[in-house]
């Protein structure tokens, strides 16, 4: 009856567009989370409402659903329970490799740096103030937790007194119970990109370059194809591809790049759909989430091609239950396209939907993006 079943872990936006593609292909997709009713959720053929930090729970999903894969959507998840399940034969996507290596910033970036040898910013990693504040990277420093999402925790220290009150801001928005940071360079970048790098059975393929802003470590809007100069991106596809291949397994990498003085300096890397490809949902003959169903089924992917196009995220502003969204005719007014992701609470600074706009050149598709975005209000009921 199905294609194939998976199970996914981990159901916000990524997720959610993740199952759409999926369904689309008529499979079967058993979405799990810590919360119900989140995006993927609402889609979903199942659910499962439990950390993904709780191996035992993990595994009963496992067993309870059988599926033919199991997919990450976080970054918090018992990786080790994803290894012994790989080891036992499920199929973890794209391995149980990559998830662990990824699920914090040490992993992967020890990895790329001394394993692999690609370019990266000087960095330590720090499990105390008193080691944040001796880190030797210089000034300005860049202090993240090497487990968190959505640039949670990350600040920049201008001074070696700001180093301490950075360490301090890393450990109290980091995921998980494990108090370690990252001290890395400060990269006077002339641009970010994410090379959505795609691991099929007949090779490595590569999206166009997504540009993108950020805000508080967090993406606001991105953009389709980026101008690289050739020989920086052929240097960038090389890094990702290098590190792709080492981690294995089939499916879509978000590779994300410091492009900075004619060098592209590798960042970091998710094993899965990145938050900057939003942008291809409006722009790409194939988006993300289905080149990284295709790639994972197996299946043939054509020539990928995209137009200019741009993304801006709707963020929420306080905390609330009940909520409301509108503006959405005036959003939609300039050609733009909206999605909203029908997350049952807000937060502040959470991002609750997206504004999608092609355009002649980048800068008329983020214009309007960024218009459509600024349109859409969240009215808040309690």
Request: aromatic share 6%; glycine share 8%.
């Amino acid at each position: 009856m199905y294609l194939a079943t998976f199970l996914l872990l981990g159901s916000g936006e990524l997720g959610r567009e993740f199952t759409i593609a999926a369904k689309r292909l008529g499979c079967r997709v058993i979405a799990c989370d810590r919360y119900d009713e989140a995006p993927a959720m609402q889609l979903a053929d199942a659910r499962e409402v439990f950390s993904m930090l709780d191996g035992a729970a993990l595994r009963r999903a496992v067993e309870t659903h059988r599926p033919d894969y199991i997919v990450p959507e976080i970054e918090a998840i018992d990786t080790a329970m994803l290894g012994i399940l790989e080891r036992e034969g499920w199929k973890v996507v794209p391995s149980a490799k990559a998830v662990q290596l990824t699920m914090n910033r040490d992993g992967i970036r020890d990895f790329a740096a001394r394993e692999l040898g690609l370019t990266t910013s000087r960095y330590i990693f720090a499990e105390t103030r008193e080691e944040a504040i001796a880190a030797d990277v210089g000034l300005p420093a860049v202090v993240k937790p090497v487990m968190s999402s959505s640039g949670k925790g990350q600040s920049v220290a201008r001074t070696i007194d700001e180093l301490g009150t950075a360490y301090d801001y890393a450990v109290a928005n980091m995921r998980g119970d494990r108090p370690r940071v990252i001290v890395e360079e400060y990269i006077d970048f002339d641009c970010e990109i994410t090379l959505l790098t795609v691991a099929t059975r007949d090779g490595i393929l590569f999206c166009s370059p997504v540009g993108h802003r950020q805000e508080k470590g967090d993406y606001r809007t991105s953009w389709q194809p980026a101008a690289i100069d050739r020989e920086v991106l052929a240097s960038a596809k090389a890094q990702a591809a290098q590190v792709v291949a080492a981690l294995g397994g089939y499916g879509l990498f978000g590779v994300e790049f410091f492009i900075a003085g004619g060098r592209a300096i590798f960042s970091e890397l998710s094993p899965r759909p990145h938050d900057t490809g939003m942008v291809t949902l409006v722009g790409q003959s194939l988006n993300e989430f289905e080149l990284h169903v295709r790639a994972i089924l197996g299946l043939p992917i054509p020539e990928i091609a995209c137009t200019p196009s741009a993304s801006a995220v709707i963020l929420a502003e306080r905390e609330s239950d009940a909520y409301a969204v509108s503006g959405l005719a005036e959003a939609m007014a300039d050609g733009a396209d909206v999605r909203l992701f029908a997350k049952p609470k807000t937060l502040p600074n959470r991002r609750m939907g997206v504004a999608l706009a092609t355009g002649e050149n980048i800068a008329q598709a983020i214009a309007r993006a960024e218009r459509a975005a600024a349109a859409i209000r969240i009215d808040y009921l309690a």
